[in-house]
């Protein structure tokens, strides 16, 4: 097995998709940022009249996502048809989700794992004043599907075994 | 406590750094990118004449924390004046730690996370096509220095103080 | 009626087009610069052997149509198929007219609402030495067609009382 | 008078500010989104658990006046130090406010119109479904201060005379 | 014969291609960056256990490649389906040769020219402490392929022909 | 001698310029589009309203300059203070010359260098439908002062030494 970016002599590159069919692709991506309580609390913002602290985040990563080829050397350049960016506030943590959607040459893994970090760094951004620790964790693809090899769900017993 | 990036109506704003120093600054930010040690073997190329895997994530962070004020909403653009991007692999994964430098008005935190997190999805774009389930864990600040605040590193005694 | 870039509990999302056909679509959008009688000859710079002013207003408002994905947060990268910038001058004023053509799934509004600002604003900053009292005014679509809700013309008998 | 964006030959070019003093200076620029009286409540979003739509306004505006560089041909590069953009619902329009400063070598006019045209550019977007018709009027600069040339404000006696 | 990127009174324009064909098409374009054989050396870097000096011009020749239309202001935004940078070392010069295709309305010749000027300026950068004089000639389109106009291949006889 | 550009093991790195002075610094770039006499005739649009060709490209040029952090992946970001691109048409040719300053902690030969390819991709571009065998060449340093090591200039005897 070889990795598909470099060729036979290690070069980068970025693999000619022209073969490769127009299809409707969706991938699901996720990460958490963990934080503390008081941030949490401060994030919701539930007494005051606007609440931006989340739409940011949520904004950050849906426009993160259309930057994916400018972030990512090796990515194609490709047309996003949606994205949602979902934030839930745990305990001590933000949970994102990602869920990016395309009818193009190439999965949407990468735009929905862009989405995720743009989020996660505009959260780290917010609270990085009163929470200098803040970590963001777990950034992952859990689901994709369409295209040639179908649906991969992290988990699926097939899916574990593949990476074992 | 608040959100600094927020007013005191909970209305998202850059927040004014006017009447802060111009100082030099540094920071550190960390992440891994957990993968299969065939992965990281392919991405080591050892055997190759060329090996731009690694250095095509390498750049992918120094490239991505210049990129830092179009990604993260309420960033300040700041002069940038140095960035390193060192990858480290182990058994099974690959360490990611950025150090980022300036002389400028604000700290650099943002631009060391973005720098690791724009390292993380360019490992994460090479592998995946043979590791769909590899993780990007622990995007988070080591030692930050410069400006009003001094020092600040990740479990110091008092850092984690503050932290509790 | 509700706004289709919120979802049902407020949340800001990129809409998913996935299922919208691929259609030849074109908008027309307009402004108007209101400047002084001075500034316009200047900027029509009808004696020297260069006159850049207003190819530079031209050349800012296609160049901001291909950047509308990057400043609008939840409009869809689209492949823009055409774009004219026209500028005509008045007494007093500059009117800015931008037609936008693409064969993608959405409209092309905003990409011709974003080229007449680009070229506005790029007319604001040639202007403002000499103007600094300059209004961009009227940014608004006259006309699109294509998809599936057809001719929209401003003005016309039925799109008047749809917006009334 | 002649336009200083253009050598005396009419080619464009971008002034030299070398010269110039690093100083702390302010831009205020307004503009107003007209729309309907049901658009506008639909953006206010009273009734929902999270209300991104002016949000996502706001954020434009902010993220718009760090691109000024890139979507205004001859304007400089400059370190924005802060941006308000402020948003206030009117019967049947949005008003928008761009507050931005710096401590450089030119003023922030431009980003502060780049801020209020970013703003409305995205309810523009928000808003298009419901009301095609919505206009961008009046997007102007309102106050400067800072640099040699000190304070203008506009509509002030001194100023009206300067602009007639 | 006439400019196609102008009209008839000179102003320019984004040419509209909805008419054309969504193809297969590819583009080679080539140039050559000339240097001293110390700096050849220097780049090479053989002896080191890293070599990202080459591996960086190759990446930022694709990465480059998708900035086209943010450069050239009436470049079409297209959707670059693989991009190649071959650089080969000679004794004193380093030649470079991109690849890009697209399966699109539009050829990929500027993409493939803006490959090898991406790469060339980053050699310029990486080489220009030891050598200031260095120069990036010969930048050029060695052939292109698909579309209405068919094969065209530089110094082939009809080519030839064509250009005297 | 070694490249600064790449670490003692050959890593790619943005140098830490933060010990370098603030100064004004100067950097004088050219290169040559070579062409046909028909093409330059068509370029200078003598008999035409509007001649926007020429001026795109001058505009190409400046608005480069600034994207250069974004196309060089080791340049840093620097705050550019003037940028003037001159064309000056041949028989078969039209020759680029660039000027950029700055006030800043590194030299701008790149941003030079970066405003000659700009106009240059812009040149091929608008006459490629008409001699699609032009040719970029001689993008090189002319000239350059200002920081430690003082004046270069092409030529010089001095240089001539150094780089042989």
């Known amino acids: 097995q070889a990795l598909t970016h470099v060729d036979e002599a290690g070069a980068a590159r970025m693999v000619d998709v022209s073969d490769k069919g127009v299809d409707a692709r969706t991938a699901v991506a996720t990460g958490v940022v963990r934080t503390t309580t008081e941030v949490v609390e401060l ?4 007494d005051l ?12 990563g849906i426009m993160a996502a259309k930057r994916t080829p400018d972030l990512v050397p090796l990515c194609h350049p ?5 994205v949602r960016v979902d934030l839930e ?4 943590e933000v949970r994102i989700t990602a869920t990016v959607r395309t009818t193009d040459r190439t999965g949407v893994e990468m735009e929905a794992l862009t989405a ?6 505009a959260l780290h951004d917010m609270v990085k004043a009163v929470d200098p620790a803040a970590v963001l964790d777990g950034v992952r693809v859990e689901r994709k599907e369409g295209g040639k090899t179908g649906i991969w769900v992290r988990n699926a017993p097939e899916a574990q075994e593949e990476n074992q």
């Open 116 to 121: 995720v970090t743009g989020a996660g760094l």
């Open 89 to 92: 506030t745990g305990d001590a």
């Open 49 to 60: 009249p606007k609440g931006d602290a989340l739409a940011t985040a949520r904004i950050a």
């Open 78 to 82: 490709i047309a996003i048809s949606g």
């Open 43 to 46: 994030l919701r913002s539930d």
